[in-house]
């Protein structure tokens, strides 16, 4: 059974850093082309960061130099480092993992609230 576990969200002040963290299960982590992504009510998912099996990453321009993402496979993780936290990055994020021609899978998603 695939699951994908997301956790580390949580209530930051402006300016404040959060690390999330994906723990995967039940697919061969490595080949897979692992994202976060992010969600505010009745607004579409968006894609943040990605990191390939290779390692590259892309990063969304509106983050870029706030947001890193990175994996570790030997322990089935991927994680969204996230500095210089805005009121705006205030939504609910989701890891996914993706592999071309087999199925999406997706965490549960954390939430992440940036307020004073």
């Known amino acids: 059974q695939v699951q994908l576990v997301d956790s580390g969200g949580g209530l930051v002040q402006p300016g404040g850093s959060l690390r999330l963290s994906c723990a995967a299960s039940?697919?061969?982590?490595?080949?897979?082309?692992m994202s976060w992504y992010r969600q505010a009510p009745g607004k579409q998912r968006e894609l943040i960061a990605g990191i390939t099996r290779g390692g590259s990453t892309n990063v969304l321009y509106s983050v870029k130099g706030r947001f890193t993402i990175s994996r570790d496979n030997a322990k089935n993780a991927v994680y969204l480092q996230m500095n210089s936290l805005k009121p705006e990055d205030t939504d609910v994020y989701y890891c996914n993992a993706k592999f071309i021609g087999a199925t999406d899978y997706w965490g549960k998603g954390t939430l992440v609230t940036v307020s004073s």
């Open positions: 039940g697919i061969t982590f490595s080949i897979y082309t």
